[in-house]
């Protein structure tokens, strides 16, 4: 099982907003071969089942699954034959299975991995005890899910969300996007999944209190009704942009902001946005996440209320060059201590300490099994 390949299991399409499954796999993949499964797409009644391939790196194979009619994001029973014969035709019968949801445990264990990780971005549902109870080794995306998982796993290891430092460092000049030249300043910006964790009073609060700040929205709308986002003429939804394209827009944004509910989907997640806001050197304002809080409190706004979130964003506008420059210094330095490289690294070594353990533990079992038949040839 040295360095076997390694199949992911995502309710993320690689394809989707740059979040930590692509940042990992971009790079474990340089060093493993790696799958990695997004859920289903279901296709007209009348389609034959199959799994689409793409190949958007050398060792990275990346499969959708298209199953006709209705069917489960991870349905076991009709992906499993798929599934079985696609990890023989690219030689992935020995792997490891990496899951970042609870719901495809039944086709991961189908296919019969021999070590199970758990990569926890965010709680899940009342499916996560079972998969738990069988992984090998679980991570949490930040301190806040560490807290919550570390009783229930005796292997949980922390690697909180990382940065691209470089992608996102002030770099002049940068072109200005089209959608937002024509924006009058100042501009105040969000980028991410418009879904059911932002505070959308919050937004239209603030909108509503200063009509001449511009408020700009980057990210596919998820999981909520588009209906329900605030309408206001400084409210703009710019909709999902290219990773690459994303610090062209940070550059034209004076605030960035983290405007998060607080609420059981909040409790604790660590958003990949703040290492990225602080690498472009740009100042921030966030609600009480802890996740964002404990670790760059001293660096970033924090409001309790749309009132407290407006005179922060004041504050921050007219902060003074001296004071600017030393936030910007401290950023910098929190940026400088992490990194999407190092995490990749990292998490690869303590798989590679689970793995020798469960070599051991399947040795010692293989020897055990071999003196019981020994004694009971001797006992006849």
Request: charged share 25%.
């Given at each position: 099982m040295q360095n076997a390949p390694i199949v992911v299991y995502s309710h993320l399409r690689w394809s989707s907003l740059m979040q930590r499954p692509q940042h990992l796999f971009s790079r474990i993949s340089s060093s493993r071969r790696v799958l990695f499964l997004e859920e289903t797409v279901q296709?007209?009644?009348?389609?034959?089942?199959?799994?689409?391939?793409?190949?958007?790196?050398?060792?990275?194979?990346?499969?959708?699954?298209?199953?006709?009619?209705?069917?489960?994001?991870?349905?076991?029973?009709?992906?499993?034959?798929?599934?079985?014969?696609?990890?023989?035709?690219?030689?992935?019968?020995?792997?490891?299975?990496?899951?970042?949801?609870?719901?495809?445990?039944?086709?991961?264990?189908?296919?019969?991995?021999?070590?199970?990780?758990?990569?926890?971005?965010?709680?899940?549902?009342?499916?996560?005890?079972?998969?738990?109870?069988?992984?090998?080794?679980?991570?949490?995306?930040?301190?806040?899910?560490?807290?919550?998982?570390?009783?229930?796993?005796?292997?949980?290891?922390?690697?909180?969300?990382s940065v691209d430092a470089s992608h996102f460092q002030p770099r002049e000049p940068l072109p200005e996007p089209p959608d937002e030249s024509a924006l009058a300043r100042p501009r105040l910006g969000f980028f991410g999944v418009l879904d059911e964790r932002l505070d959308r009073a919050l937004l239209d609060a603030v909108a509503e209190a200063r009509p001449d700040w511009q408020i700009v929205l980057v990210g596919p709308v998820a999981r909520i009704d588009p209906r329900s986002l605030p309408v206001r003429p400084n409210l703009h939804y710019l909709g999902p942009r290219s990773y690459e394209s994303l610090p062209s827009y940070l550059a034209g944004w004076d605030v960035c902001l983290l405007p998060f509910a607080r609420s059981r989907a909040t409790r604790c997640i660590s958003p990949t946005q703040t290492l990225e806001y602080m690498a472009a050197a740009k100042p921030i304002v966030t609600t009480p996440i802890r996740d964002v809080v404990e670790p760059y409190g001293r660096w970033v706004e924090v409001a309790q209320d749309a009132d407290a979130f407006v005179a922060a964003c004041e504050r921050l506008l007219a902060e003074e060059p001296h004071a600017r420059a030393e936030r910007v210094r401290g950023m910098l330095a929190c940026v400088a201590h992490t990194s999407w490289d190092d995490t990749a690294r990292e998490m690869l070594h303590e798989l590679r300490d689970a793995e020798a353990l469960s070599r051991v533990s399947a040795s010692h079992a293989l020897r055990q099994d071999e003196g019981l038949t020994h004694a009971a040839s001797s006992g006849s």
């Open positions: 296709a007209d009644p009348h389609v034959r089942d199959s799994i689409e391939l793409r190949y958007p790196l050398p060792d990275l194979i990346v499969a959708r699954p298209i199953l006709a009619g209705a069917a489960d994001a991870f349905d076991a029973a009709r992906l499993g034959p798929i599934a079985r014969r696609l990890l023989r035709w690219q030689d992935f019968a020995t792997h490891v299975a990496w899951l970042y949801t609870p719901a495809a445990l039944e086709l991961a264990q189908a296919m019969s991995p021999e070590l199970v990780v758990y990569d926890c971005m965010d709680e899940q549902s009342a499916l996560e005890s079972e998969l738990l109870e069988r992984a090998h080794l679980v991570f949490s995306a930040g301190p806040s899910l560490y807290r919550a998982k570390r009783s229930l796993h005796p292997r949980v290891r922390c690697f909180p969300n």
